[in-house]
């Protein structure tokens, strides 16, 4: 609308001053607003097509912006910080051997889809271990699994949930970087399984590209026991870590979470709602649940954490390159109008040149096409 009224503006001034009604035609014709209409879609399908050669899948345009405007990043611990493939390291069984306990938490985690279950059940593979018959098998949200194994409740899980229900749970002693999973059986506390998770060598180098690009704040969400996280957050160079968080915690988190907009990064099922209520969610879908794929505004199809500081440097330049188009295109139908306003623009002439204006905002806003190939500072990315 503004681009209007100074398009009437210019060609009525042009008429009044000439007296000749046909400079009023001759402005008109090469006052073209196309630069606004065209030059940010074009900008952004190419944007979100540079993307997807990075293994980015952008879901909109409009998170694009919202990229490019970031100012806080949230992102959980396990799969996304670190590798998400965590070992098992050692077993503390009570009145009972260390394979008999390890035997019971893989059959009692054969139908969890969490990504500890799948250590465990490698663990046990590995040793070559029977798995027992398993009955009424289901899990507790965040806090582990509940099964039913040759007539005993068994419950494999956090520590703080497994001290709540269970007697004679000891105090944690764990070395940095260790999590551990408690098993209680009819209420009782059988043992312990010790797990470590690597940090992903990127992920420093990620986190310095985020601020370098702009980013004021970094938070870790993580379900993970405070020790655990603290020890992460110590090694990342991250001081807000908010550690033991359910679902509601990480989504009343990044509500009350300043500045604004903010990104989030997950990977698992208890991911799916925060990510779905985040500025910009976005999923680390190689290794990740569905669930967190199909909430996210963002999907990383590579298991590399560093590409959640190319999307934030996509989001930035495509922004950067729409604008650039938009102010080129009108800073050229600016020109034409002055000139068509003293007469040196025939009509004809002038309706050709506005295509010429359209075809420099096209081919202005298809640099964005380019906008992945810029380098991040400090960071090796995956192919």
Known sequence: MPFTLVAYAIAGVAWWLSGDSTRFAEVLVVATPCPLLIGAPVAFMAGMSSAAHSGIVIKNAGTLERLARAKTVAMDKTGTLTHGMPRVVDVHPVAMSADELLAMVGSAEQYSSHVLAGALRNAVAERGLPLAEVTDAHEVATHGVQATIGGAIVFVGKPKHVASIATGVPPLDLEPGEAAIYVAIDGAFVGSVTLRDEIRPDAAATLAALRHLGIK??????????????????????????????????????????????????????????????????????????????????????????RVARAVSIGQRTVAIALQSIWLGIGFSLVLMVMASFGWLPAIVGAALQEVVDLISILGALRAVHAGRAKLDGVAEGR
């Open 217 to 306: 704040n970094v938070m870790m969400l993580t379900g993970d026991i405070e020790p655990v996280a603290e020890h992460v957050g110590r090694e990342l160079g991250i001081d807000d870590v908010r550690a033991e968080c359910l679902p509601e915690d990480k989504v009343a988190a990044v509500r009350d979470a300043t500045p604004r907009p903010i990104i989030m990064v997950g990977d698992g099922v208890n991911d799916a709602p925060v990510l779905a209520v985040s500025d910009v969610g976005i999923a680390m879908g190689a290794k990740g649940s569905t669930s967190a794929a199909e909430s996210a505004d963002i999907v990383i199809l590579l298991d590399d954490v560093s």
